[in-house]
């Protein structure tokens, strides 16, 4: 069974461009969570997808946004990128959202 | 709210050294509990997992927790290390409900020969 895929692996963006990151579940699993891992704060927790619909939100700004398709695969998307949105960003895959959460290898974000 | 307190920043520890990294968390409801380990440049591995039932939980690559409701603690061990089990453990909790991942700062194991 193939585990959770993120692509791309790593990304270089320019201040004030757009990203959008790609995440493809476990098959059979409908929940997508989205998190933030940088060395000052830590793993910090960005939206959750459940079947196309966000189900929790966390505290970041608009500029964070996702959506779910109806294969479960999920996209993130960042506008107007900072210097301090550079993180690894990595999704997480459950299959309902209410147990263990498995996680892909995460995708590198640099902004310069 | 839950949230959850990794005691230890880094631990040092010899190669077939037993080892404990602690793990304590806060919170109002039920919750699920789980730990994690991220190899460098790696996203994260689920080690192990309390859902319920046994308190002593085992896990992959011979590691244990033990769950402990009066302490709110889940503590991590494993008998005798090795030098492939240097990286970073995150403690998480998760209410019984859903909802998100809320993860301690990390404890960095470093194992030496």
């Known amino acids: 069974k193939a585990g959770v895929t993120q692509t791309p692996r790593y990304l270089i963006k320019t201040r004030g461009q757009q990203v959008t990151l790609s995440c493809s579940p476990i098959?059979?699993?409908?929940?997508v969570s989205w998190y933030q891992q940088t060395p000052g704060q830590g793993l910090q927790f960005l939206f959750e997808?459940?079947?196309?619909?966000?189900?929790n939100k966390g505290n970041f700004p608009g500029r964070f946004s996702g959506r779910q398709f109806s294969n479960s695969r999920s996209e993130m998307n960042v506008s107007t990128l900072e210097l301090g949105d550079s993180a690894l960003y990595l999704c997480?895959?459950?299959?309902?959202?209410?147990?263990?959460?498995?996680f892909g290898q995460g995708t590198r974000l640099t902004v310069v | 709210a839950q949230s959850v307190t990794q005691l230890d920043s880094q631990v040092p520890v010899f190669e077939e050294a037993p080892v404990e990294l602690r793990c304590n968390y806060s919170?109002?409801?039920?919750?699920?509990l789980f730990w994690y380990v991220q190899y460098p440049n790696q996203g994260l591995q689920l080690l192990l997992k309390?859902?319920?039932?046994?308190?002593l939980v085992k896990g992959i690559n011979g590691f244990e927790a033990e769950f402990n409701k009066s302490q709110t603690s889940f503590h991590l061990r494993k008998p005798s290390v090795h030098i492939s089990d240097t990286a970073e453990y995150f403690c998480?909790?998760?209410?019984?409900?859903?909802?998100?991942?809320?993860f301690g700062q990390g404890t960095e194991l470093s194992v030496k020969p």
């Open positions: 997480a895959s459950s299959s309902n959202g209410d147990t263990e959460a498995f």
């Open positions: 098959s059979g699993h409908r929940s």
């Open positions: 997808y459940f079947s196309e619909t966000q189900r």
């Open positions: 919170s109002s409801v039920s919750v699920y």
């Open positions: 309390y859902l319920s039932g046994s308190t």
């Open positions: 998480a909790v998760r209410n019984n409900q859903g909802g998100k991942l809320i």
